[in-house]
């Protein structure tokens, strides 16, 4: 018997009933997956072209379909909105020590 590729057995997993995901879930995974892609494509044009009307509007479009998403994984019960604020909390903890945004 040949050795299963990853990407074969990563499928096969994925497929499997006692993966726990449901089609909804993996659908609202996928879906969130794309919109963090969206976003990181959006600044990144800020960041190339420059912050102008256009390039600010489709950033918070961007930013807007994410937190949809986002809101989403709430309903779906993946994360609470008291875990979602806890974690933003530490991550505002992390950014007044290690970056310049908070100086």
């Known amino acids: 018997m040949s050795e299963e590729r990853y990407y074969d057995y990563m499928l096969r ?3 499997e009933e006692d993966n726990k995901v449901s089609d909804k879930e993996r659908e609202l995974l996928i879906i969130l997956m ?3 892609g969206e976003v990181i494509q959006s600044a990144s044009k800020i960041i190339r072209f420059g912050n102008d009307h256009s390039n600010r509007a489709s950033f918070a479009k961007e930013l807007g379909d994410l937190q949809a998403m986002i809101d989403l994984t709430k309903d779906f019960t993946f994360t609470t909105s008291q875990e979602l604020e806890k ?3 530490a991550k505002i903890a992390k950014l007044h020590t290690y970056s310049n945004l908070y100086k």
């Open 13 to 15: 997993r994925t497929r």
């Open 34 to 36: 794309e919109e963090c």
């Open 87 to 89: 974690q933003s909390r």
